[in-house]
T-cell receptor, first 114, second 114 residues
Framework: QQKVQQSPESLIVPEGAMTSLNCTFS??????FAWYRQHSGKAPKALMS????GEKEEGRFTIHLNKASLHFSLHIRDSQPSDSALYLC??????????????FGAGTRLAVCP | ETAVFQTPNYHVTQVGNEVSFNCKQT?????MYWYKQDSKKLLKIMFS???????VNETVPRRFSPQSSDKAHLNLRIKSVEPEDSAVYLC?????????????FGSGTRLLVI
């Protein structure tokens, strides 16, 4: 069964800092790798996703995937107080040819202080 | 507005009662899911339906049962609730397969069993 682990559990950074969040997974057949963000009392929302090795940048956010190391990460440049939230990494494999089952990590709670 | 809609937002009930939660998506997705988020914010999949067919039925207690009338609706019924059922129940939907595997979540139903 897929195991997804995140580190650190929580993080406090000053405004403007670079933030790095990590995620490891156990199933080398995994095909979809994503970060979700959940603000307090709200629904988790997809932030970024990647399917192949390498990097993908969208604004201040960069996702980096290394399938051989079973690891991917999220980097937030110029962190803002509005980035304060629970960050969930998620990994999926395709089942029955077309269905993807998403397994989530336990989350990293990020606080960005002004 | 296209999104995932859940009702009710909150529900307080006594041990042994039956409860039912509703979920509707207007995104045209083929697959819908129920996740349970516990007090530590861990998200665990409970059920998934692809076009009215059950695809994944994780080892949840038998008192939980999903109900789907069409691919846009997936309800969750709990017969005889127990204190450990207190949690946030999140409904989500997605397209199956690669290319667009991001999940869209509803805002959740918070259940408190007293």
């Amino acid at each position: 069964q897929q195991k997804v682990q995140q580190s650190p559990e929580s993080l406090i950074v000053p405004e403007g800092a670079m933030t790095s969040l990590n995620c490891t997974f156990s199933d080398s057949a995994s095909q979809y790798f994503a970060w979700y963000r959940q603000h307090s009392g709200k629904a988790p929302k997809a932030l970024m996703s990647i399917f192949s090795n390498g990097e993908k940048e969208e604004g201040r956010f960069t996702i980096h995937l290394n399938k051989a190391s079973l690891h991917f990460s999220l980097h937030i440049r110029d962190s803002q107080p509005s980035d304060s939230a629970l960050y969930l990494c998620a990994v999926s494999i395709l089942l029955s040819g077309s269905f993807n089952k998403l397994t989530f990590g336990a989350g990293t709670r990020l606080a960005v202080c002004p | 507005e296209t999104a995932v809609f859940q009702t009710p937002n909150y529900h307080v009930t006594q041990v042994g009662n039956e409860v039912s939660f509703n979920c509707k998506q207007t995104l045209g997705h083929d697959t819908m899911y129920w996740y349970k988020q516990d007090s530590k914010k861990l998200l665990k999949i409970m059920f998934s339906y692809n076009n009215k067919q059950l695809i994944v039925n994780e080892t949840v207690p038998r008192r939980f049962s999903p109900q789907s009338s069409d691919k846009a609706h997936l309800n969750l019924r709990i017969k005889s609730v127990e204190p450990e059922d207190s949690a946030v129940y999140l409904c989500a939907s997605s397209y199956p397969g690669q290319g667009d595997s991001d999940y869209t979540f509803g805002s959740g139903t918070r259940l408190l069993v007293i």
